[in-house]
Structures are given as C-alpha cells and as structure tokens.
C-alpha cells in the first residue's frame, strides 16, 4: 500500500508485542485514510504499509538548537558531538545523536535519545515486521508553535497528526536491529551460495570423469585397433575384443598364454598404474611394448612389481632408452626354474 503510517509509541520501556498503539494512516497525498488503535503486534497485518513513522514519546528524546561554524559534512557529526557532550546527562558513548542541516544563521536542530533503549525497541518494532523509515522525537512531530509539546499523540486525529516532518531521524541504519526475516533472509542466502558452489564442483568433477571416460574409451579402441588391424568400424572395443579372442580360438584351439590377448589381460592385471594412460600398444614376438602417456605415478617399489608379475608368469622390463616404455613378456619354464632356485 502506498502511503504511509504515523504510529504513537509509547516510553521505550513499555514498548512489547501487547502495547496498543495508536495510529493513522495517511494516503501519498497526506489525506488520512484510518486512525485507530491496535496492539502493535497486529498492526503488520491490518496496515501493510511500506513506510512507518514511528513518534517517539516526549519523555524518550531530547531536542536542542546548537550553533556550529561552516563544516564539510565529514565533519558534522563529530562537531555535533560535542556540543551536546556539555547539555547530555549520560556519557555521549550512550546515547544516538542526530542532526539536521544547518541553517543558513548557523544554527542546527539535534535529536539523542539513550542507545540501548531505543535500539530495544526498535527492535521490537522489527520483530513487529514493521518497516520503520523514520523514528522522531515527539518535538520534531508536531506543528511550530504546538503548546502542548511534552504531551504525545493522541486520538482522535487532529492538526497535530498532520504536521510536516523533517527528513531526518533517529532511524540511522548503523542503529538498524535485524529483524528475524533478515536473519533468515542471510541464512537462505549462504545456503543458496553453499548448494551453488556444491553444484559447480559436482559438475567440475562430472566432466573430469567424462574426459577420462572417453580417454580411457580411446586407448581401448587404439589398443584394438593395433591387436585386430582387419576391424573396420569399432562401436564397442571391449565386446569386439572378447569377439576377435573367440574366432582365433575357434580358428586355431585355444590361444596360447604367449598370444596379445592373454599376455595383455594379464599384463594389465599386473600394470595397474598403467590404467588410463596409454598412448600405444605393441605386440610382437611374443612381447607386448606398451607406451604409456605422461602423468602416471609410477610404481614405488619395483621390486614388489616384478614380484607380482612373477605371480602372472610374466616378465617386466623398462626400456633403458625410450622413456615411458615397458616390455612385457612370459616367463619360459627355464627362467621360472631358475627364479624359484
């Protein structure tokens, strides 16, 4: 609704979510459109405004006239201070001081009221869900020349409801409590940014297993490729392997533990930190040359490597020229005779 609402509080220290209120509401014309009364806890509800001026009981501010030189504006507040430090009854560190502008004889209208209460029941108004734009000292709210300025708000409404009022208030947003909306507002919104960044990294992880998938994928079509060179089309490597391996045991028995394909799938069982990194697959004679890509973590203990390849009746070699290269082949019955001696 636009327009806004005038709202009589009372003292500080009686401010809850029970106290009744009195208010009116005014159209963006200032025309009055509902006056009434209504505990404060329902008045979010019955007047969904978006702009509450809240007026400050006469007992909870204080208004001075004080006169300051010409000053940047950075430099206002500190001057402010201390005029009213010789006039404020409580340490200045306690209390919320504003101020208007200066007036062209050097004269300046300043407002304090004690921190911690007002802070207090601001708050009370924001767990309210009222949208305060403006907390005036009673004084600032009412026409020049009211004789009653000690006196607050009243129903019914009369003039003193429809006095102009100033741009300035209390309502400085340092001061601003968070209301629970905002707190949970702040909550969502670290979540959201969690669950986004969660998201991103399962995506970024997503496509890291894609790109080794489909790696892996090609090394097994190059490594098909160069064991069946007669494959024209390659759709599934793995099924055309098992294929290939089936017509040579047909065509010529049972393949011999010296062929590619036991010699590879044992190789492979053996090699293992091979998985994912070979560039190039060559069987001849009897012995498999495989090149693996950079980016492997070699084995750490040799020694246990060649142990395990011994379990598989194979032999491993590193290529003492060629980098990245192992030649694999099958231990003959007189090497393995002499291994065990």
Same mark, same amino acid.
């Not at 430099?75 to 201070?81: N, S």
């Not at 040579?248 to 053996?270: H, Q, W």
């Given at each position: 609704?636009?327009?806004?609402?005038?709202?009589?509080?009372?003292?500080?220290?009686?401010?809850?979510?029970?106290?009744?209120?009195?208010?009116?509401?005014?159209?963006?014309?200032?025309?009055?459109?509902?006056?009434?009364?209504?505990?404060?806890?329902?008045?979010?509800?019955?007047?969904?405004?978006?702009?509450?001026?809240?007026?400050?009981?006469?007992?909870?501010?204080?208004?001075?006239?004080?006169?300051?030189?010409?000053?940047?504006?950075?430099?206002?507040?500190?001057?402010?201070?201390?005029?009213?430090?010789?006039?404020?009854?409580?340490?200045?560190?306690?209390?919320?001081?504003?101020?208007?502008? =200066?007036?062209?004889? !050097? %004269?300046?209208?300043?407002?304090?009221?004690?921190?911690? *209460? /007002?802070? &207090? $029941?601001?708050?009370?108004?924001?767990?309210?869900?009222?949208?305060?734009?403006?907390?005036?000292?009673?004084?600032?709210?009412?026409?020049?020349?009211?004789?009653?300025?000690?006196?607050?708000?009243?129903?019914?409404?009369?003039?003193?409801?429809?006095?102009?009022?100033?741009?300035?208030?209390?309502?400085?947003?340092?001061?601003?409590?968070?209301?629970?909306?905002?707190?949970?507002?702040?909550?969502?919104?670290?979540?959201?940014?969690?669950?986004?960044?969660?998201?991103?990294?399962?995506?970024?992880?997503?496509?890291?297993?894609?790109?080794?998938?489909?790696?892996?994928?090609?090394?097994?079509?190059?490594?098909?490729?160069?064991?069946?060179?007669?494959?024209?089309?390659?759709?599934?490597?793995?099924?055309?392997?098992?294929?290939?391996?089936?017509?040579? =045991?047909?065509?010529? !028995? %049972?393949?011999?533990?010296?062929?590619?394909?036991?010699? *590879? /799938?044992? &190789? $492979?069982?053996?090699?293992?930190?091979?998985?994912?990194?070979?560039?190039?697959?060559?069987?001849?004679?009897?012995?498999?040359?495989?090149?693996?890509?950079?980016?492997?973590?070699?084995?750490?203990?040799?020694?246990?490597?060649?142990?395990?390849?011994?379990?598989?009746?194979?032999?491993?070699?590193?290529?003492?020229?060629?980098?990245?290269?192992?030649?694999?082949?099958?231990?003959?019955?007189?090497?393995?005779?002499?291994?065990?001696?």
């Amino acid at each position: 609704m636009k327009g806004h609402l005038r709202l009589s509080l009372p003292p500080f220290a009686q401010i809850t979510p029970q106290s009744i209120m009195a208010f009116a509401l005014f159209d963006r014309n200032g025309r009055l459109m509902r006056s009434g009364e209504l505990p404060l806890e329902q008045l979010a509800d019955a007047l969904p405004v978006e702009q509450v001026r809240a007026i400050l009981h006469p007992v909870d501010a204080v208004v001075a006239t004080v006169q300051l030189p010409p000053l940047p504006a950075r430099r206002m507040p500190d001057a402010v201070q201390s005029s009213v430090e010789p006039m404020a009854l409580d340490d200045i560190a306690n209390l919320c001081i504003t101020h208007g502008p =200066r007036a062209p004889d !050097g %004269t300046v209208c300043v407002a304090w009221a004690d921190r911690r *209460a /007002l802070i &207090a $029941a601001w708050q009370q108004l924001a767990n309210a869900r009222l949208q305060i734009t403006a907390l005036l000292p009673c004084e600032l709210a009412l026409p020049d020349g009211d004789p009653h300025p000690d006196l607050p708000l009243a129903l019914p409404v009369d003039a003193r409801w429809h006095a102009p009022l100033p741009t300035w208030s209390l309502a400085n947003p340092k001061w601003r409590p968070k209301s629970k909306t905002r707190r949970w507002r702040g909550a969502a919104l670290w979540s959201g940014a969690a669950a986004l960044l969660w998201l991103l990294g399962l995506n970024l992880y997503a496509a890291q297993l894609r790109d080794e998938a489909q790696t892996l994928h090609a090394n097994t079509e190059l490594t098909l490729r160069t064991a069946f060179p007669s494959i024209g089309i390659i759709i599934d490597p793995v099924r055309q392997a098992q294929g290939q391996r089936d017509l040579l =045991r047909l065509a010529n !028995g %049972t393949a011999g533990e010296d062929d590619f394909m036991p010699l *590879a /799938l044992d &190789a $492979a069982r053996v090699l293992d930190f091979a998985e994912g990194h070979l560039a190039s697959l060559h069987y001849e004679k009897q012995q498999l040359t495989l090149v693996l890509a950079e980016g492997y973590t070699p084995p750490s203990n040799e020694a246990a490597l060649q142990q395990a390849a011994a379990v598989q009746s194979l032999t491993l070699e590193k290529d003492k020229d060629a980098a990245h290269t192992w030649h694999v082949k099958r231990t003959d019955a007189k090497e393995a005779r002499e291994e065990r001696r």
